[in-house]
């Protein structure tokens, strides 16, 4: 069995200062952390999987193929594969758990 604290993690990121830390992978799932900071741009680009974010905490916008939607903590959000997506208007730090299905092939 694996387990993973949420606050463990999101120290072990802040620790590494990257946006992206990957903490768990099989060949069906992968999950990570992804950090934005508050008036920061989001730089990722389309996945090949599926992908969920759970957001921890912050506030923001998703732009998903030309709609945008607000997002803050508690919000859990479905986006398809080789969807053109990104996080922009940040107004508080993002704090991401993100689960890729299958597991990520690229980078975030």
Do not use: C, N
């Not at 912050?58 to 479905?78: K, M, T």
């Amino acid at each position: 069995m694996d387990a993973f604290s949420l606050p463990g993690l999101l120290a072990e990121q802040a620790a590494d200062g990257a946006l992206w830390r990957e903490f768990f992978r099989v060949p069906a799932l992968s999950l990570g952390i992804y950090v934005l900071a508050a008036g920061t741009d989001d730089p990722q680009t389309p996945h090949a999987e599926d992908e969920i974010y759970y957001v921890a905490a912050g506030r923001g916008q998703l732009h998903v193929d030309g709609e945008d939607r607000a997002v803050g903590p508690g919000d859990i959000l479905f986006v398809a594969a080789h969807a053109v997506h990104r996080f922009h208007s940040i107004t508080e730090d993002l704090k991401l758990l993100v689960f890729f299905a299958p597991a990520e092939t690229g980078g975030s």
